[in-house]
């Protein structure tokens, strides 16, 4: 059940939200969190009994094992043969559910072998919630868990409006909250800053993400077909599909985010205009931010100060102390980021070229001679973008040097075949239109900077980004907002579902 | 309005510019409140002199600190009544709207009106076949005088069929587009409440007849399930879960903004609009018959259905399919048993068909999973003919039946000279039947 489905939007959202309110009302906060548990197993059990099964076993394990590890602090080789046998268990159910086919799709190509498929279903959202529970993991090793019990642990591991594609939420940030809840279930006010979200993030994924979509999934299944095209028609199919992707993930990160305020339960921010970010490093702390966040503390950090360890015992010269602390760790982790992506060869050379862009990135900083005038930084780094997302969308390897080859002029086309047709003049006019608002506008949380409705720290200068544009209750708030909410539920027509369900 | 009160020493002078902002802007917003909490601050600083000003300025800041929430408070519910207000006209608007502009899919009028002219002999235009057709067939039935002899129920294949075909028999022709397994005892509970089951009813199953309704891509079934629920109380069976036959989709397209600029569109720039006629053919129309079957528009058969535009349509639909295997719902078969059974007690003989595909389409997906899956339809098909005792006609294989790719218009709607072989093996079947 999509978050832009009528289902969910008409009957699951206001029957859970009125079931949580009421039982917070009259049981108490801790049946409160109880229900929503409940209803966070029924929402994810709405995709299949299986993969119900298969969250709930994850999650028994994680539980199980993130309870005992602190009670094994005593015996700290005990306590670190355990968390490393539990994240390897979890690793490898998240390598056999997604990876396995991978494998033998390599192993075929590699050793001329014909081995079949493995009829595996990857759980909707498995990246997500194996990814946030290695983190709660991580935590109890080093004995940071907020107290919690079971039904705190499903909501912080599988809250219905964040299991399926995030944002990637950590466990102190949670757990703090629901610890002792103190917030009213039915204070109007944050009720309506979460429907306002909610129908921002619906208005960008229908009326946006999905009308640019048809370009981008013209030109990039024409490019996986061995269609022909020239130069500006990989540039649209590109620049689509990066305003796509934004509208889309971003969207659904509103939408989150809204049900998450409508709960009374803050939730981190994924998106701040990364499309504004003038250098790659700022680009990664404003796109997909939970994820940049999770590699950073649990897998750059690491590596970085292992790195730096090295360099100091090794009294490396400054590019062997950049190399080292710098661009190895930020190489690795983006690698990784890009395999947690998915399985296929296009995530990994998507996570290597971020890697690559960062630690190019970080050595200008620290040995370049000039800094590049805004304008040309901003440029080279929306260029690192696109050709990144192209290899992102691409359905392989192939079609995705084709595309990037074309865009810069050093594609060939083959003969006698068919041509990608798209109506150029209206992509390109969406484009723009797009960008505009990408660039010139507002994002979510700035419109909404008077309420703050995110768990991250509020940023000082947030008034000044907002501008004229800022959300208060009044009559003149409420019919924009409204109009925003009903064209995007009534516009709401064969829907493609979010491009990260399938992460 | 978000005032800040500080309390204390330093912050006192502040302090009380800002409760006087505050009782100011209340007393503006909220007279009757403003005036009350004036009233309080006034007495809090003044009832005890005694007081010292920072203790009168806490008793003052929480006054206003009540104030403030009141006042917000008002803005919020004003500002979401207004909200919902606006939200439920949006939504009543386009309602209203879809009825107004696509009454043959919406609205009970259109299809009443429809009803009405079959009822008197009339055919009647529309702008095309996307209308709610299980509710046309629902007024058409309340509107007969008398149950007819041969009643086809099936899906758009037979869509071209006309009593014509039947030898002079009265035939009415009860298909309805995209019919799956809750359709069969959907239509048999309005013969039987509209008390015209006929003699004999030929029964067709499809392709996709018992996919499951989570599996469906399509939702113009939705409004057939109220009868589908009516019948299974009616003779006692389980019933699918409201959850997962609830018209979603349909209330989704009743409030839908781009169907209402379509419609509204099309309603506008239409030189003719539904209505009765007794002509037999329309340029521009399609044609709803009193039989159930239908007429296409000259223009649609002249420029639309094209033998290139046949082939693509084969094509994309081959390649659609090809290797997807067809889901039967074991719920389905119960429910049908359970329909046959009931049919078989009253009477009524069954005959069972399986629609034959384009030949182009049918030998594009041979040795297919779709292939094995239609093999697993006609199975299923055989096993209810050898359960009750139903005489089979038809086969998916248009080879069997004598049809050529010429006689389609896709992959899977044939012209009436293809249905016309059909009905020949049908009145073949009837007629041993009758000798036996």
Known sequence: MSFTSLQFIFAFLPLSFIGFALVQRFLGAKMGINFLALASLVFYGMWGAPLLLILLTSMAFNFTIGNTLPSLSADRSKQKNLFTVAVIVNLVMLGYLKYTNFFVDVANQAGGMSFAHFDIVAPIGVSFFTFVQI?????????????HDFARFIVFAAFFPCVTAGPLVMQREMMEQLAEPKQNA?????????????????????????SIAPFADAVFNGAHEGMTYNWATAWIGALSYMLQLYFDFSGYSDMAIGIGTIFGIKLPLNFDSPFKATNISDFWRRWHMTMTRFFTAYVYSGLAMN??????????????????????PSFFTFLCAGVWHGAGWNYIVYGAMHGTAIAVFLGWREMGKFTLAPPVAWALTMLTVVCGLVMFRAADLHSAFGLLGHMFGIGGNAANVKTITIDAAQAMSLIVIFSAVTLLLPNTQQILHHEWPVVDSKPADIALDAGLV???PSFSTAIITAFIFTVGITSIGASSGFVYYKF | MSVSVSVGVDGGAQSIEDMVRALRDAAHDEPVAGQRAAKQGHSSLTASPVQSTVSGNVESADAVAALNSKIESG????????FVTAVAIGFAGLV???KTYGPEMYADGGLNAAADAHAKGLNYEVFDLNLNVRALRDAQLARMTKAPEVIIIGASHWQEADKGLLNGMDFYNAHIHRDYWEDLPGMVELLVRHDRLPKKLIVAIRDLQFTPAENRKDWLWEPGIPAYRAFTQRIGIDTESWWKTAPWHRLQALISLPMFFENFTRWQQALVRPGATSANRSETMDMLMPDGSILWSKYKLDHLF?????????KNFADSVLNKPLVIDNDGIEAWQSTFSFLKSKGVQVYLVNPPFNPEFYDQIAGTQYATGLAKVEQLTQRFSRDFGFPIFGSFNPHEVGCTADQYKDAEHSNPSCLHNLFDQFLAVDKQMGDN
């Open chain 2, 96 to 98: 209203y709207g879809n």
């Open chain 1, 135 to 147: 983190g709660y993991l991580i935590d109890a090793y080093n004995g940071q868990l907020v107290r």
């Open chain 1, 186 to 210: 039915l204070d109007l006010r944050r009720i309506m800053i979460g429907v306002t979200m909610f129908g921002m993030g619906l208005f960008k994924k229908i009326l946006m993400a999905d």
């Open chain 1, 470 to 472: 800022s959300w208060r």
């Open chain 1, 307 to 328: 790195g730096m360890r090295k360099a100091m015992s090794a009294r490396a010269s400054r590019f062997g102390r950049y190399f080292l602390c710098a661009a190895l």
């Open chain 2, 306 to 314: 094209t033998p290139e535009r046949r082939k693509n349509e084969v």
């Open chain 2, 75 to 82: 803005k919020t519910l004003r500002h979401t009544v207004a």
